[in-house]
């Protein structure tokens, strides 16, 4: 099957709602079919996607496959055979065949939420180097709706003072509100111009350069923000080991991020109502105690 179609085109840096989608292949129950009705779930393979398949640790997008009474929902994408965007879902209404045209749309709240994160990740990569030296490389990460996950070599836990040095740093880039600058070139001409490969990326002869600022520039097939001062806040919930040489951020962003602000604070207050004191009184009551 693989063989006989054309490699998916990913529209999506540019549209989350197109028409004419054609439907190039359907995998049911792990094998090809013609077609496939309401109530059953397949993967659907088309010519063209706004839909982002997960890679380079961003995941798939979800949302909607439809046409007059047809309705496909797309619960994951995934990227099949390194150029094949999979669309993961159920068939919901109608009879879906090979050859049908399709509108895709995208879950824009979701894919907005996780451009954040996305970008988010790359200056947290260049604050790390900056402050805990150019041994720092990405070992992995994670990019979510609702938080971002980076992994990266590094020998000894991160002090405190070192991750508010860092926090301050990706802060200090998103006000900055510097512009995301997209750049098409080749592989040693990327490397030429500064570019970082990142780990779990593969490359073509052309790649997609991201740079944003005079800190960060890497090479990324992901979505990302149009200016740094998308992200709005950026804030460091944990940092860890995971193995040997190997530690591990996670970190939330935007309406996230002040959630997350929000929450301690509430439980700041809840402390200190419990201790008989106001926020600012609950160390000098805890050391009454």
């Given amino acids: 099957l693989i063989a006989q179609l054309k490699p998916t085109a990913f529209i999506g840096y540019d549209h989350a709602d197109v028409g004419?989608?054609?439907?190039?292949?359907?995998?049911?129950?792990?094998?090809?079919?013609?077609?496939?009705?309401?109530?059953?779930?397949?993967?659907?393979?088309?010519?063209?996607?706004?839909?982002?398949?997960?890679?380079?640790?961003q995941v798939g997008d979800t949302g909607r496959l439809a046409e007059q009474g047809v309705?496909?929902?797309?619960?994951?994408?995934?990227?099949?055979?390194?150029?094949?965007?999979?669309?993961?879902?159920?068939?919901?209404?109608?009879?879906?065949?090979?050859?049908?045209?399709?509108?895709?749309?995208?879950?824009?709240?979701?894919?907005?939420?996780t451009v954040l994160n996305h970008s988010a990740t790359h200056?947290?990569?260049?604050?790390?180097r900056t402050v805990l030296g150019t041994h720092v490389t990405q070992k992995g990460s994670l990019v979510a709706p609702d938080r971002l996950r980076f992994d990266f070599s590094h020998f000894q836990p991160v002090?405190?003072?070192?991750?508010?040095?860092?926090?301050?740093?990706?802060?200090?880039?998103?006000?900055h509100n510097h512009q995301a600058e997209i750049r098409h070139m080749g592989m040693q001409e990327a490397l030429?111009?500064?570019?970082?490969?990142?780990?779990?990326?593969?490359?073509?002869?052309?790649?997609?350069?991201?740079r944003m600022g005079e800190t960060s520039t890497e090479l990324c097939g992901g979505t990302h923000v149009s200016r740094t001062g998308d992200i709005g806040l950026f804030k460091i919930v944990s940092e860890g080991g995971v193995s040997a040489g190997v530690r591990r951020i996670e970190a939330?962003?935007?309406?996230?991020?002040?959630?997350?602000?929000?929450?301690?604070?509430?439980?700041?207050?809840?402390?200190?109502?419990?201790?008989?004191?106001?926020?600012?009184?609950?160390?000098?009551?805890?050391?009454?105690?």
Avoid at 75 to 90: C, E, M, N, P, Y
């Fill in 20 to 57: 004419g989608l054609v439907v190039q292949a359907i995998v049911h129950n792990g094998r090809p079919v013609d077609a496939i009705r309401a109530g059953d779930e397949a993967v659907v393979i088309l010519d063209r996607t706004p839909f982002y398949a997960e890679s380079g640790g």
């Fill in 71 to 113: 309705m496909f929902e797309v619960s994951d994408t995934q990227k099949l055979a390194g150029q094949f965007h999979g669309h993961v879902g159920v068939l919901t209404a109608g009879e879906l065949k090979v050859g049908d045209h399709l509108v895709g749309a995208i879950d824009t709240a979701r894919r907005a939420a």
């Fill in 123 to 128: 200056l947290l990569h260049a604050a790390l």
């Fill in 159 to 175: 002090t405190p003072q070192e991750l508010a040095t860092i926090e301050r740093m990706v802060n200090a880039e998103i006000r």
């Fill in 192 to 210: 030429d111009f500064g570019a970082m490969a990142l780990f779990g990326e593969k490359y073509g002869e052309e790649v997609r350069v991201l």
């Fill in 252 to 289: 939330v962003t935007g309406q996230g991020a002040l959630d997350y602000v929000s929450d301690e604070e509430r439980r700041l207050n809840d402390a200190a109502r419990l201790l008989g004191g106001n926020a600012n009184e609950v160390n000098d009551k805890l050391r009454a105690l």
